[in-house]
T-cell receptor, first 113, second 112 residues
Framework: GAVVSQHPSRVICKSGTSVKIECRSL??????MFWYRQFPKKSLMLMAT?????????EQGVEKDKFLINHASLTLSTLTVTSAHPEDSSFYIC?????????FGPGTRLTVT | GESVGLHLPTLSVQEGDNSIINCAYS??????FIWYKQESGKGPQFIID?????DKRQGQRVTVLLNKTVKHLSLQIAATQPGDSAVYFC???????????FGQGTTLQVKP
């Protein structure tokens, strides 16, 4: 149980376009999901906390207008990278809270050309 | 600023040996810590956790030690296997928000 999926697993897009990444809790409901970003050989950096039915809470330094988060249901949160640039290329990972634990998705590799 | 960090970026061990991965944290108010394993291209996987009212917790082949006096965590892996090769992160759970603050990570390499 407690499986989290992400889609797509890999995406390549051109500069200036927008990309949407989905995070789904498959067998549980999650009122809170988290989005992380990870650069190669680096740690996970929390970007934002996504709460179902309300606005996301962004960490300091994360542009909310660039990284749009929507948590419209108890099993789905989406992260949209708007007007993507090569520096947005990264590994994006979501997690969903269930009971007292966070369960992580497999990550999405974004490459902006 | 506050941080959770690791002492060594890479640890190389022989298969069958025990591994010890260390982590230092700076927020003395933290009361819950988690160790994660991350394989290449995948999301983190929960290994073991510990609360501040404990100084040791054991799982299957893994043990976490917590020294609150010096704000230090360690993860011990017994009889390390090739499948243990991965990056290991300690994470501090911040308050009741559930936010995880990750350390820098240690790469564990297991030599056959």
């Amino acid at each position: 149980g407690a499986v989290v999926s992400q889609h797509p697993s890999r995406v390549i897009c051109k500069s200036g376009t927008s990309v949407k990444i989905e995070c789904r809790s498959l067998d549980f409901q999650a009122t809170t999901m988290f989005w992380y970003r990870q650069f190669p050989k680096k740690s996970l950096m929390l970007m934002a906390t996504s709460n179902e039915g309300s606005k996301a809470t962004y960490e300091q330094g994360v542009e909310k207008d660039k990284f749009l988060i929507n948590h419209a249901s108890l099993t789905l949160s989406t992260l949209t990278v708007t007007s993507a640039h090569p520096e947005d290329s990264s590994f994006y990972i979501c997690s969903a809270s269930h009971v007292d634990e966070q369960y992580f998705g497999p990550g999405t590799r974004l490459t902006v050309t | 600023g506050e941080s959770v960090g690791l002492h060594l970026p890479t640890l190389s061990v022989q298969e069958g040996d025990n591994s010890i991965i260390n982590c230092a944290y700076s927020n003395s108010a933290s009361d819950y810590f988690i160790w994660y394993k991350q394989e290449s291209g995948k999301g983190p996987q929960f290994i073991i956790d510990i609360r501040s009212n404990m100084d040791k917790r054991q799982g299957q082949r893994v043990t976490v030690l917590l020294n609150k006096t010096v704000k230090h965590l360690s993860l011990q892996i017994a009889a390390t296997q090739p499948g243990d090769s991965a990056v290991y992160f300690c994470a501090e759970v911040r308050g009741n928000t559930g936010k995880l603050i990750f350390g820098q990570g240690t790469t564990l390499q297991v030599k056959p």
